[in-house]
């Protein structure tokens, strides 16, 4: 029923910049917060950024300035604009949605490669 589906990774060079999109179905979005993950080889995954319910959001250090969550509702779709890209960006980002009432619910998508590179 539930699926996030994650688009918009490849191949960028160094500087450059890119657009994830997570395209979120069979779950009422708007009481979801959401948030993009990151996994990197021999790595654990870490937290990049998180957007709520009321649209408040958070970034890791390693990325404020450079990446920007944002959703769209009425899409049922969160974003992640990546600038500036540098090589240790490379990893495979997740989206996931999260809630905690009435009871806990997760869910994971699948995952989209981001290779920074010269």
């Known amino acids: 029923q539930v699926q996030l ?25 708007r009481f979801y917060d959401m948030s993009w993950y990151r996994q990197a080889p021999g790595k654990q995954r870490e937290l990049v950024a998180g957007i709520t319910i009321d649209d408040n959001t958070n970034y ?9 969550i944002t959703r769209d509702n009425a899409k ?5 604009q990546m600038n500036s890209l540098k090589p240790e960006d490379t990893a495979v ?26």
Do not use: H, I
């Not at 450059?16 to 979120?24: E, F, H, K, N």
């Not at 890791?60 to 920007?68: E, N, P």
């Not at 049922?76 to 992640?80: A, S």
């Open 93 to 118: 980002y997740y989206c996931k949605s999260e809630r905690r009432r009435p009871v806990p619910l997760s869910y994971w998508g699948q995952g989209t490669q981001v290779t920074v590179s010269s």
């Open 60 to 68: 890791a250090d390693s990325v404020k300035g450079r990446f920007t």
């Open 76 to 80: 049922n779709t969160v974003y992640l």
């Open 5 to 29: 589906v994650e688009s918009g990774g490849g191949l960028v060079q160094p500087g450059g910049s890119l657009r994830l999109s997570c395209a979120a179905s069979g779950m009422t979005f």
